[in-house]
């Protein structure tokens, strides 16, 4: 139910004798040790994120209901290994190279996947998901498989999603009625609101204390205002989103409306509209200022309803949140960037020796352990079923919360069952409402090709350039002016590149 941003430093010469020095196995020399010729459960050890989700007490990522289940199940023994979550991707790198047997790695920067599978440093895994995966190879769509098929093979094993953006504008309706204001529609209307917001003392307590737009580091949360300008953009990548002129795709970070959306931004913030810490504000910060009642229109992710709004209105009874229409710009356009259907990639390391366990245990997890993980084991009581709907006990699903780290890895396309689980965890929370409304509003990406060589090459330097040079543009701190160099250097960095390789794709496949 996320949608998380990592970015990676690439080391690669630092890398390159123990990436290179693992590398040259056959594939039939994989998947069998002593241990499963004996019957005994084969160990696995898998690396994936923290992301804060707490575990029962006496309990942990080893010790739970839910790894038990996979490990009886399987005939497998997984350990699961937890780096820290800040400098996630950095710590891959070392992980990937440090000479431990790690068996899955998963990730969700494609740059970092396809960087990886170009230093030869994964293995393939179309032979193992033919012998041991054919649950797992019918569970996900060929598009999700596409997207990890580098040179005819498969190098990860996707996670999807059918929820392909992730910003919906939600407002304190009690703060409109309050200042006698009406829902903002058109860019001018948000504007009007949000200066209200500042100025006006919405919250009553006297002070000028209240944030009028909150938006966040690397340009989160902006992308329904790039969208206003027609724009498909969101702070996360600088090499994955493009739109068709002329027969030819060009990357939205170098339009001439993503500077006209900077110029927009940078005019927010020189009137004091937009959160002054903005650009510090990881999305902790976000959360904590939604929570505790300071700001008053923001672009949430679909599942806000059930996070920090809910604790706002927990916390103030008075407080009451509605969703917005997307901003209209003056062209009358209006949207976000719509994301891939794909969102991680669990990959095996050319020196792992249980390529068919990893395969095997995916197997089980999208196959018949999907439903027993996503709607709980029957001794927790999370889900039950009157008259064919779902219902779930809310109290017993955020206590096994945890469970969810197993599906951020692996879960198979089906958004029926998604949907449903939406509705079950409960319809005032509106979520099944808020991922129509993002359903409906998506910008189309030009590319929907794989992730190319040069992006695992350039995407992160690009990516870092794009954040850090808008960051300023909108604060001041460099001329929007300046913008045409940007993207002379965005070129000459690699995107020039890149832009030969999409356009070369695009034009075979359309």
């Known amino acids: 139910m996320k949608t998380k941003k990592f970015l990676a430093v690439l080391v690669v010469s630092a890398m390159a004798a123990a990436l290179f020095a693992a590398c040259g196995k056959s594939e039939n020399e994989t998947g069998s040790t002593d241990e499963k010729d004996n019957g005994k459960p084969v160990t696995i050890n898998i690396v994936q994120p923290n992301v804060g989700r707490k575990f029962l007490d006496g309990m942990d990522e080893n010790n739970n209901s839910y790894q038990k289940y996979i ?22 790198n070392v992980i990937l190279s440090s000479g431990e047997d790690n068996d899955m790695i998963y990730t969700q920067d494609a740059s970092w996947f396809i960087n990886m599978v170009n230093q030869n440093a994964l293995q393939p895994l179309d032979k193992a998901i033919e012998q041991f995966g054919p649950d ?36 304190r309706q009690d703060w409109l009625t309050k200042l006698g204001l009406q829902p903002p529609k058109t860019l001018d209307e948000y504007v009007n609101v949000i200066r209200a917001f500042v ?20 340009l989160a949360r902006t992308a329904p205002f790039f969208g206003a300008f027609g724009v498909p953009l969101s ?9 068709e002129r002329d027969g030819e795709l060009v990357n939205a970070s170098i339009l001439p409306e993503t500077k006209e959306a900077l110029v927009f931004l940078a005019e927010l913030y020189k009137n004091k509209l937009i959160d002054p810490e903005w650009a510090l504000n990881k999305n902790k910060n976000i959360e904590e200022k939604i929570a505790s009642g300071k700001a008053g229109l923001f672009s949430a992710t679909w599942f ?54 990893v395969v095997k245990m995916f197997n089980f997890t999208n ?41 951020d890895y692996s879960a198979p396309w089906d958004k029926e069952i998604d949907l449903e689980r ?26 929907a090709g794989p992730t190319t060589q040069s992006m695992g090459k350039n995407g992160v330097q690009l990516t870092k350039l794009m954040q850090e040079t808008f960051t300023k543009m909108i604060m001041g701190n460099t001329p ?7 993207v002379t250097q965005w070129k000459s960095m690699g995107g020039e590149e890149i832009t030969k390789e999409v356009n070369e794709i695009f034009k075979s496949t359309k």
């Open 71 to 92: 490990n009886d199940n399987t005939n497998l023994n997984v350990h699961v290994v937890y780096p820290p979550t800040d400098g996630y991707q950095d710590k891959l």
């Open 136 to 171: 797992l190879k019918k569970s996900l769509p060929q598009e999700a498989w596409d997207a990890v098929t580098v040179n005819g093979e498969i190098y990860a094993i996707p996670s999807v999603t059918h929820i392909n953006g992730n910003d919906i504008m939600y407002v």
């Open 199 to 218: 100025e006006r003392d919405p919250d009553g307590n006297g002070q000028n204390d209240t944030i009028g737009l909150l938006i966040g580091e690397n």
């Open 235 to 243: 702070g996360n990548s600088a090499v994955s989103q493009w739109v």
């Open 304 to 357: 806000d309803t059930r996070g920090p709004i809910l604790t706002n209105q927990t916390n103030d009874k008075n407080a009451k949140w509605a969703a917005l229409a997307y901003p209209v710009g003056k062209d009358g356009q209006s949207g976000i960037a719509s994301s891939s259907m794909v969102t991680g990639y669990s990959i095996v390391p050319a020196k792992s020796k249980h390529v068919n366990e």
């Open 367 to 407: 196959g018949e352990g999907h439903e027993p993980i996503k709607f709980g084991l029957p001794e927790h009581q999370i889900s039950t079923r009157e008259s064919g709907k779902l219902a779930m006990n809310f109290e017993e699903h955020n206590k096994h919360v945890y469970r969810n780290n197993i599906l």
């Open 422 to 447: 939406l509705d079950a965890l409960g319809l005032e929370y509106k979520l099944r409402d808020n991922v129509t409304a993002i359903s409906n509003a998506l910008i189309k990406n030009g590319y």
């Open 480 to 486: 929007i002016d300046e913008f045409d160099n940007y």
